[in-house]
Every structure is written in structure tokens, then in C-alpha cells.
């Protein structure tokens, strides 16, 4: 357990709520840094070959314009993809938009993956609890991916007992991040977190 506890601590979250084009948005964002090349950490992104063996199975076109599916979760359109430094997709609708951007941190590469939603569909920041801790599997996976672990099944893992515990944890932090950037009350982020335990912890909610 203490493993996947560093790696969640090696993370940095950040909620916030901003308007830039007119549409409050509430923004979830993870930064983690990565022990690998900008071009070898884009492959893992964007090779469905590499994807499948840390993420998901992901069929479709992965060029701008493209539709594609990740296999037990969403769908989407690839709208901007500029190698090896951004990437800008649609995540399960049309204002749901992820973008993945790279760049060069002491030898190694520094990660931001940003996933931004109007406000109304969220209702505050406290929406942020509803990805953050699907994206921070995400981030852990892609670090054991890059060091050369081998998972057989990494969405499986998300819902061993392990990975509900690191859930949990991670649940804990987003909601930390809510109440710094101010984006939420505290019972928007009470309700908040019960939903997302329900969601990613679904054995420790129940006690099973």
C-alpha cells in the first residue's frame, strides 16, 4: 500500500473555476512527473498498441476529427493533437473536454491532464471528485507503465480491494483540492465525495 500512497503523493491537484469564453467552467487538474522522454510519453498516450497495456483498449481514429472508444468507459472526438506536446479530446460529450499537455521537467517529462466541464452540468467545483480519481488511476497506471510493470488487466485493477483503497485516498485528496481553490461549500463537497465513494469505492461504502 505504501507504494501506491507514494504515488498518489507524487501528484499535484488542482480545482478551479474560470470563464474562458464566456462559459464557467470547473477544471480538474493533475501534474505528475515522469522519469521518461516527452516523445516516449506521448507514444504511451497515443500508441493503442501502449495504451491497452497501462489505460484501456481504444478503437476508433485517433486523428483530429476522429471518433474513438475506450473499452468500459468513454467515448469521444479527438479536436486538437499537436505531437509530442498537447492533446485535446472530447470525454463522454461535447463540454466535456480533456487535454493532455507535455513538456520537458528535468530530464524527464512533466504531465498535465486537464478535464474541464460547464459549471451547470457539475454544479460547482465539487465536481471535480466525479474524474479526479478515475485520472488519477490513470496517472498511477502510466507510471508503473513507463518504470516497466506488468498489469494483465489495468481497468480490473481499479476495482480490487487495493485499488478501491488508493481510491479512497485519492477521494481524500481531490476533496482537499476543492476547499483550497475555494471552488465549492462544504456540503457541495460532502455530497461530492459520498458520490464518488459510491462510484470508485463501492466495496468499502458497502463494508463488503
Given at each position: 500500500?505504501?507504494?501506491v500512497l507514494?504515488e498518489?503523493?507524487?501528484?499535484e491537484?488542482?480545482v478551479s473555476?474560470?470563464?474562458?469564453?464566456?462559459?464557467?467552467?470547473?477544471?480538474?487538474?493533475?501534474?505528475?512527473?515522469?522519469?521518461?522522454?516527452?516523445?516516449?510519453?506521448?507514444?504511451?498516450?497515443?500508441?493503442?498498441?501502449?495504451?491497452a497495456?497501462?489505460?484501456?483498449?481504444?478503437?476508433?481514429?485517433l486523428r483530429?476529427?476522429?471518433?474513438?472508444a475506450?473499452?468500459?468507459?468513454?467515448?469521444?472526438?479527438?479536436?486538437?493533437?499537436?505531437?509530442p506536446?498537447r492533446?485535446?479530446?472530447?470525454?463522454?460529450?461535447?463540454?466535456s473536454?480533456?487535454?493532455v499537455?507535455?513538456?520537458?521537467?528535468?530530464?524527464?517529462?512533466?504531465?498535465?491532464?486537464e478535464?474541464?466541464?460547464?459549471?451547470?452540468?457539475v454544479?460547482s467545483?465539487?465536481?471535480?471528485l466525479?474524474?479526479?480519481?478515475?485520472?488519477?488511476v490513470a496517472?498511477?497506471g502510466?507510471?508503473g507503465?513507463?518504470r516497466?510493470?506488468?498489469?494483465?488487466d489495468?481497468?480490473?485493477?481499479?476495482?480490487?480491494?487495493?485499488g478501491?483503497q488508493?481510491?479512497?485516498?485519492?477521494?481524500d485528496a481531490?476533496?482537499?483540492?476543492?476547499?483550497?481553490?475555494?471552488?465549492a461549500?462544504?456540503?457541495?463537497?460532502d455530497a461530492g465525495?459520498?458520490a464518488?465513494?459510491?462510484q470508485?469505492?463501492?466495496?468499502?461504502?458497502s463494508?463488503a
Amino acid at each position: 500500500m505504501r507504494n501506491v500512497l507514494d504515488e498518489l503523493a507524487a501528484a499535484e491537484r488542482v480545482v478551479s473555476r474560470r470563464e474562458p469564453d464566456g462559459t464557467e467552467l470547473v477544471s480538474a487538474l493533475v501534474r505528475r512527473s515522469y522519469d521518461a522522454a516527452v516523445p516516449d510519453v506521448w507514444s504511451a498516450l497515443t500508441d493503442p498498441e501502449r495504451l491497452a497495456r497501462w489505460f484501456a483498449p481504444v478503437t476508433g481514429d485517433l486523428r483530429p476529427g476522429g471518433a474513438f472508444a475506450v473499452e468500459g468507459n468513454a467515448e469521444g472526438e479527438v479536436q486538437g493533437c499537436e505531437p509530442p506536446r498537447r492533446l485535446t479530446v472530447t470525454w463522454g460529450g461535447p463540454v466535456s473536454i480533456v487535454e493532455v499537455r507535455l513538456s520537458e521537467r528535468g530530464g524527464g517529462t512533466l504531465l498535465e491532464l486537464e478535464h474541464t466541464v460547464p459549471v451547470e452540468f457539475v454544479g460547482s467545483g465539487a465536481g471535480a471528485l466525479y474524474v479526479g480519481p478515475g485520472w488519477d488511476v490513470a496517472v498511477l497506471g502510466l507510471a508503473g507503465f513507463l518504470r516497466g510493470d506488468v498489469v494483465d488487466d489495468p481497468a480490473a485493477w481499479e476495482n480490487t480491494l487495493a485499488g478501491q483503497q488508493a481510491a479512497a485516498r485519492s477521494i481524500d485528496a481531490w476533496a482537499e483540492a476543492v476547499r483550497a481553490g475555494g471552488t465549492a461549500t462544504e456540503e457541495e463537497v460532502d455530497a461530492g465525495i459520498a458520490a464518488a465513494r459510491a462510484q470508485f469505492t463501492p466495496d468499502l461504502v458497502s463494508g463488503a
